[in-house]
């Protein structure tokens, strides 16, 4: 059922839901880890060495061990991580990359035929060869990263003047 706008505003809607019963031949529940908790890598392995070490000590060794003596011996792998944790530097997180897109691309679909022939005064013929000029400045790419409507139009509008010039 769709409900509309109207009908919402309203505020007189009714829900009615029937039970319907259905007989399971078993069910079984099981508890289970979330070992993926995050992207951060240090996060995930706290929580994996947390996961161990409830584990270890949910186990028969855990008693001996908290008197001195190791029953299982040491992770010495597990040991070595974190020794070099404390040497490295942090790492910068990854940036999502932005989808690369010409920037011809970008002002076409932004402005529309009648914006470069009236508002820029171009002739339908030196519009692509406004749009590869305005490409060979490096503030085109910083567009492409942060493009609005009104950036892309001043842009184009400031470009348009050195054009002008350049072709008188």
Same mark, same amino acid.
């Given at each position: 059922?769709?409900? @509309?706008?109207?009908?919402?505003?309203?505020?007189?809607?009714?829900?009615?839901?029937?039970?319907?019963?259905?007989?399971?031949?078993?069910?079984?529940? /099981?508890?289970?880890? #979330?070992?993926?908790?995050?992207?951060?890598?240090? *996060?995930? &392995? @706290?929580?994996?060495?947390?996961?161990?070490?409830?584990?270890? $000590?949910?186990?028969?060794? *855990?008693?001996?061990?908290?008197?001195?003596?190791?029953?299982?011996?040491?992770?010495?792998?597990?040991?070595? +991580?974190?020794?070099?944790?404390?040497?490295?530097?942090?790492?910068?997180?990854?940036?999502?990359?932005?989808?690369?897109?010409?920037?011809?691309?970008?002002?076409?679909?932004?402005?529309?035929?009648? *914006? *470069?022939? /009236?508002?820029?005064?171009?002739?339908?013929?030196?519009?692509?060869?406004?749009?590869?000029?305005? $490409?060979?400045?490096?503030? @085109? +790419?910083?567009?492409?990263? #942060?493009?609005?409507?009104?950036?892309?139009?001043?842009?184009?509008?400031?470009?348009?003047?050195?054009? &002008?010039?350049?072709?008188?």
């Amino acid at each position: 059922m769709k409900v @509309s706008k109207e009908q919402i505003e309203l505020n007189n809607l009714q829900v009615v839901m029937f039970k319907k019963a259905e007989e399971l031949d078993e069910v079984i529940v /099981e508890k289970m880890q #979330n070992l993926k908790l995050s992207k951060d890598k240090k *996060y995930e &392995q @706290s929580k994996l060495d947390e996961y161990a070490r409830e584990k270890f $000590d949910n186990r028969e060794g *855990y008693q001996e061990m908290r008197k001195g003596t190791f029953v299982n011996g040491l992770n010495f792998v597990t040991i070595g +991580k974190k020794l070099l944790d404390l040497f490295v530097k942090d790492k910068e997180p990854l940036k999502e990359k932005v989808p690369e897109i010409e920037f011809i691309t970008l002002a076409k679909n932004t402005c529309d035929q009648k *914006y *470069y022939l /009236e508002t820029l005064k171009l002739k339908p013929e030196q519009i692509d060869l406004f749009l590869q000029f305005c $490409d060979g400045d490096p503030k @085109s +790419k910083k567009l492409i990263e #942060n493009s609005n409507v009104l950036s892309v139009m001043d842009f184009l509008s400031a470009k348009n003047m050195e054009f &002008q010039k350049l072709k008188n």
